[in-house]
Nanobody
Framework: QVQLVESGGTSVQPGGSLRLSCVVS????????MAWYRQAPGKQRELVAS???????DYADFVRGRFSISRDDANKTAYLQMSNLKPEDTAVYYC???????????????WGQGTQVTVSS
């Protein structure tokens, strides 16, 4: 089974920067598109950024130019570099992968447990 573990979330002041990490564990699979989502209290989970396995990236308008997504498949780790953080970026951030289980010939959608980012003065 594939497991995802996020880290890097903490409290930061407006204008600050953070880097979130998502580490993949398990075996018998190949990694496809990876994405970061976030969910603020009382709001729906929303897509922040995505990256395909050939490195094509896409960003939500509300983070474009401030956040950068990347992945290191050799080390099964993905990142979300966040800069110029705003109070409205406060949320639980989740990583997500589409994976293909090679021995089962099956696709699956995997979520991490989330990491809290709080932007406040």
């Amino acid at each position: 089974q594939v497991q995802l573990v996020e880290s890097g979330g903490t409290s930061v002041q407006p204008g600050g920067s953070l880097r979130l990490s998502c580490v993949v564990s398990g075996s018998g699979f190949s990694l496809n598109t990876m994405a970061w989502y976030r969910q603020a209290p009382g709001k729906q989970r929303e897509l922040v950024a995505s990256i395909t396995n050939d490195g094509t990236t896409d960003y939500a308008d509300f983070v474009r130019g401030r956040f950068s997504i990347s992945r290191d498949d050799a080390n099964k780790t993905a990142y979300l570099q966040m800069s110029n953080l705003k109070p409205e970026d406060t949320a639980v951030y989740y990583c997500h992968y589409n994976v293909f289980y090679t021995y089962r010939d099956k696709w699956d959608s995997i979520w991490g447990q989330g990491t809290q980012v709080t932007v406040s003065s």
